[in-house]
């Protein structure tokens, strides 16, 4: 159903019914790539204090807060929030949500280049599905998504593997849409393995229409037609397309996309030697991207994202970043997980302090790093205020830190956030 009409009928439902439907509205949202709308409903739910009457709905909520984060760009925010939700997944075994919320998660290891950590859900979540009468498009997602790890880590042979099961799963199912994406995904593979004749010969093959509106859902297709094209120094044909995909991502407020966005237009302009444009809006991407420590989304564009990262050193632009972003295409080869800037790994880390911060205060302190107010901390988290109050109180005290920035300014050079 259409988000726009299901939300003209909330008035009509009784209370739970409501919450069930701004829920359905809001994931819907999501789908559509309209991350803003999302963003509207599913603030409905700070000021209702939602009867669930189902625990599943309550994963189903809290996971959607943790997609909604991802495609605004608030990686911190998103894994604060799903972080309470690793605690839960044995209530829900084999249930369709859960792995949808594993694979948001390894799409955030993924960016922060924790690869073995994104493996390991991955290869949990097809051992399982394999063996369930789950939908096979939970199958299809997770060879995609392990294709790109494997690739990472230089298994590229396995990567290849991965990715023609996608192909295989897509095309048993007979979606023209399923097997087209995963061709899409097939090409930009073939991109990164150099075998470029045969993604040239996908983007022969790919028909992008010029008076058609740009919709979301092809939005992997384009912007791997787009590498094609900068790969071919075509970029009078990927700069156009780049503005109405930039367009459409700041008018629905996805973060992550814009970062990626702007990164593509740097290489474009790159390939047209236009060396001050490319870098200034590679700036652009900088600046977004520092905060929330985005890895992969650069170190996946190889060389040439390489290079540029080396002009713009000149620049003192982001700087400290830029030297962690340049550090982790020097490891790349030989290292699966260089730890990105700013960020410690929740799992694999050895605590510096005397008093090791609890985890709750550790999201508590990843919160407050995005901005958030002790009552958006209470309501993401599920507590209250003044216990809020205490664990930064409790923070503070072990971080030898007068108030909130200086936390967070200690806590991130001592690699706990």
Not at 83 to 106: K, M, R, S, T, W
Request: net charge neutral.
């Amino acid at each position: 159903m259409n988000p726009d009409i299901l939300q003209a009928r909330l008035s009509q439902a009784p209370v739970e019914q409501v919450d069930r439907n701004l829920l359905v509205a809001g994931r819907a949202y999501l789908e559509l790539g309209q991350a803003n709308k999302a963003a509207q409903v599913l603030s409905e739910f700070e000021l209702a204090h939602f009867k669930f009457s189902h625990n599943r709905e309550k994963f189903t909520l809290i996971n959607t807060f943790g997609e909604l984060c991802l495609h605004q760009g608030k990686l911190h925010l998103a894994a604060a929030t799903y972080q309470p939700l690793l605690d839960l997944v044995a209530e829900h075994p084999l249930d369709p949500i859960l792995f949808e919320f594993h694979y948001g998660l390894c799409r955030l290891y993924y960016e922060w280049n924790y690869l073995e950590k994104a493996k390991q859900y991955l290869l949990w979540c097809l051992e399982k599905i394999h063996h369930s009468r789950l939908a096979q498009t939970l199958l299809l997602v997770g060879y995609r998504s392990l294709t790109w790890v494997l690739w990472a880590e230089g298994q590229d042979q396995a990567a290849d593997e991965a990715m023609q099961q996608a192909i295989t799963i897509a095309q048993l199912m007979d979606d023209p849409g399923l097997i087209k994406q995963a061709k899409a995904h097939q090409a930009r593979l073939w991109l990164r393995r150099g075998k470029l004749d045969a993604a040239a010969y996908w983007a022969e093959e790919y028909k992008l229409s010029g008076v058609d509106p740009i919709k979301y859902k092809y939005q992997f297709e384009y912007l791997t037609l787009v590498r094609v094209f900068i790969n071919q120094r075509q970029s009078d044909k990927a700069i156009p397309l780049l503005n109405q995909l930039l367009q459409a991502a700041t008018i629905t407020e996805r973060g992550s996309d814009i970062v990626e966005i702007l990164a593509l237009k740097a290489l474009a302009y790159q390939a047209l030697d236009n060396l001050e444009q490319a870098l200034t809006e590679l700036a652009q991407a900088l600046c977004r991207a520092e905060r929330e420590g985005y890895i992969r989304t650069f170190l996946d564009e190889g060389a040439p994202m390489a290079d540029l990262l080396q002009h713009v050193t000149t620049w003192g632009v982001t700087l400290a970043y830029v030297k962690e972003l340049l550090n982790a295409f020097a490891h790349s080869t030989s290292h699966g997980t260089v730890a990105p800037p700013g960020v410690a790994s929740t799992y694999n880390h050895i605590n510096p302090l005397v008093e090791p911060l609890t985890r709750r205060e550790i999201e508590v302190l990843r919160l407050v790093t995005a901005g958030n107010s002790n009552e958006d901390v209470a309501h993401f988290l599920s507590i209250a205020p003044t216990t809020v109050k205490k664990h930064l109180g409790n923070i503070l005290g072990k971080l030898g830190a007068k108030n909130r920035t200086q936390a967070v300014a200690k806590a991130q050079a001592l690699d706990l956030i």
